[in-house]
């Protein structure tokens, strides 16, 4: 969310950012909310200030009927605008998780994915003197993929990862893990399994609330029998990415200044549910339910030069493992249309993948500003001792399968093996799959 106070002065500019992001919000309605909402709490205020003076007045002696009538009347009149505020509030709390942060100045201005702008190109799309095979049938000829029965148990987009396939992926996790530890990360495996706040703290929620229409997001419908055998009913969730439980781990804390950044890099199995990807990529495993990724995640002062810093020492991070899988990729700025409410700037990473004859999507960085830690309640004490929310930022180091698939389809070989690339090699065991 936004401070209030910058939205009451700057309303033109959150419109003007609304509409760019594609975002319906009402601020005019908001600021009235807000207006009311702070008229309501000056009246509380000034009710308890005459129940406390009448209680006063009285204290020692038996009220006097006057004064029994005039308390009746202001605890009905408290009661009545105690209930007007609550109603208030939740109207002005169901727009105000709407409110966009504004972009970059640099961030494009488009409507959708194809207004995101190419900023770096590394290496050319894969030629091949033969006919090359997609991942399915290169995984399939090389027992690597089952899809058919992990259909079979898991459903819809459920798969096996199978023999040097595994190693394969599990390199990719630990290569990860080793550039990011090596860069002053420090690691962590968080809780998959989280509570509601962390969801919407970082922003998964496209409202106050969870939507199963519109949240790509499983929820677990169990209850929680606690240690004295209690039952406790409280809605749990499956995270997409590492991001929410990492940037949870300080909800509701104070952070000191000598401290930050903080710099994490959280490896979690994820989860989504894919709901608004009906008919797209149906074929092979590009997108799935269930998947691995290492994330990184930064905190860092209430500074946007040194925000804008770690975003960039993300990306480039992002790129060198690209590089260093000899996987020809781009970087893309992501246009307004095609950023979520809080981003700041945003860049996806893409690996060229042959048989889509056009580069897929592995990985996104993202700069929030203090969008998140205001729902969160992240904040540090500055060195004069005054407390500012800090900023936040994520973004993918690797995930899990479609780098899997872009190695497969770039280094196989016209005799339907696979290269394995040479920072794989030593948790593959193998130069080549055949």
């Known amino acids: 969310m936004l401070d209030i106070k910058f939205i009451r002065e700057n309303p033109e500019k959150i419109k003007e950012a609304a509409k760019n992001?594609?975002?319906?919000?009402?601020?005019?309605?908001?600021?009235?909310?807000?207006?009311e909402r702070r008229r309501l709490i000056l009246k509380i205020d000034e009710l308890q200030a005459k129940r406390n003076k009448l209680a006063k007045d009285?204290?020692?002696?038996?009220?006097?009927?006057?004064?029994?009538?005039?308390g009746a009347k202001l605890k009905i009149e408290s009661s009545t605008t105690e209930l007007e505020l609550k109603i208030t509030n939740e109207e002005y709390f169901n727009l105000m998780v709407k409110v966009p942060t504004i972009p970059s100045s640099d961030t494009p201005i488009g409507k959708d994915e194809n207004d995101n702008v190419e900023v770096y190109q590394c290496g050319k799309p894969t030629k091949f003197d033969f006919e090359p095979k997609d991942h399915m049938t290169l995984a399939k000829d090389l027992d690597l993929?089952?899809?058919?029965?992990?259909?079979?148990?898991?459903?819809?987009?459920?798969?096996?990862?199978?023999?040097?396939?595994?190693?394969?992926?599990?390199?990719?996790?630990?290569?990860?893990?080793?550039?990011l530890i090596s860069r002053g990360f420090t690691p962590i495996i968080p809780p998959?399994?989280?509570?509601?706040?962390?969801?919407?703290?970082?922003?998964?929620?496209?409202?106050?609330?969870?939507?199963?229409?519109?949240?790509?997001?499983?929820?677990?419908?169990?209850?929680?029998?606690?240690?004295?055998g209690t039952v406790k009913k409280e809605n749990k969730f499956l995270v997409g990415t590492a991001e929410p439980s990492l940037l949870a781990y300080y909800a509701n804390e104070i952070l000191d200044e000598k401290d930050l950044p903080l710099k994490l890099c959280g490896f979690s199995q994820c989860y989504r549910s894919e709901i608004g990807s009906y008919g797209k990529d149906t074929k092979g495993i590009y997108r799935v339910h269930e998947f691995m990724k290492v994330e990184q995640v930064c905190i860092s002062r209430a500074d946007i030069d040194e925000s804008n810093e770690l975003q960039t020492q993300m990306v480039?991070?992002?790129?060198?493992?690209?590089?260093?899988?000899?996987?020809?990729y781009r970087v893309l700025q992501i246009c307004t249309g095609d950023m979520s409410a809080g981003k700041y700037k945003m860049f996806d990473l893409e690996a060229w993948m042959p048989s889509r004859n056009s580069?897929?999507?592995?990985?996104?960085?993202?700069?929030?500003?203090?969008?998140?830690?205001?729902?969160?309640?992240?904040k540090y004490k500055d060195k004069d001792g005054k407390n500012k929310y800090v900023y936040m930022l994520n973004n993918t180091a690797l995930p899990s399968v479609r780098p899997m698939i872009a190695i497969l389809e770039n280094y196989q070989q016209k005799d339907g093996s696979i290269i394995v690339p040479e920072v794989l090699r030593k948790w593959v065991g193998k130069e080549k799959i055949g």
Do not use: C
């Open 21 to 35: 992001k594609n975002i319906k919000v009402d601020i005019d309605l908001l600021l009235q909310f807000d207006k």
């Open 58 to 70: 009285a204290k020692g002696q038996k009220p006097i009927t006057e004064q029994i009538r005039e």
């Open 145 to 179: 993929l089952d899809v058919q029965r992990g259909t079979k148990v898991a459903g819809y987009r459920g798969y096996y990862i199978k023999n040097e396939a595994v190693m394969l992926q599990m390199g990719l996790m630990m290569l990860a893990l080793e550039k």
């Open 192 to 228: 998959t399994l989280v509570r509601e706040f962390a969801l919407f703290g970082s922003g998964y929620f496209a409202g106050k609330e969870y939507d199963p229409e519109l949240d790509e997001i499983y929820k677990i419908a169990n209850n929680e029998v606690l240690s004295d």
């Open 316 to 328: 480039e991070i992002s790129k060198e493992l690209h590089q260093d899988l000899g996987l020809p």
């Open 359 to 378: 580069y897929g999507e592995t990985g996104s960085a993202s700069n929030f500003l203090d969008w998140q830690s205001r729902r969160l309640n992240v």
